[in-house]
């Protein structure tokens, strides 16, 4: 499968950002998917992830209340909806997918994912 990411930026501090991430696959409902973002010297890490069941999400405590995952399987897409971005959220994201559909894969276990290609975010002060 490829996972194309795209929507990334430069925003300023307190505005919103959509990303997007396009897979391949007719097989898309099945899978679980996620977000992580990796910050120039850092290490990456998990921002939100959704389970083949769309009601089934999680988020890193950082970005809770103001990301928000979906997906809309017609179109093999997930989305991660930024709003009130932080110069802290400045990173490139990532998006991941599980096969099993298993979102505590997703965030927990980024070696067994596959990748996108990432798209940077960045946010201004």
């Known amino acids: 499968v490829q996972l194309r990411e795209s929507g990334g930026g430069l925003v300023q501090a307190g505005g919103s950002l959509r990303l997007s991430c396009v897979a391949s696959?007719?097989?898309?409902?099945?899978?679980?998917l996620g977000w992580y973002r990796q910050a120039r010297g850092e290490e990456r890490q998990f921002v939100s992830g959704i389970s083949w069941n769309p009601t089934d999400t999680r988020y890193a405590d950082s970005v809770k209340g103001r990301f928000t995952i979906s997906r809309d399987n017609a179109k093999n897409t997930v989305y991660l909806q930024m709003n009130s971005l932080e110069p802290e959220d400045t990173a490139v994201y990532y998006c991941?997918?599980?096969?099993?559909?298993?979102?505590?894969?997703?965030?927990?276990?980024?070696?067994?994912?596959?990748w996108g290609q990432g798209t940077q975010v960045t946010v201004s002060s």
């Open positions: 991941a997918a599980d096969y099993g559909g298993s979102l505590e894969i997703v965030a927990t276990r980024d070696d067994l994912l596959y």
């Open positions: 696959e007719r097989t898309f409902s099945n899978y679980a």
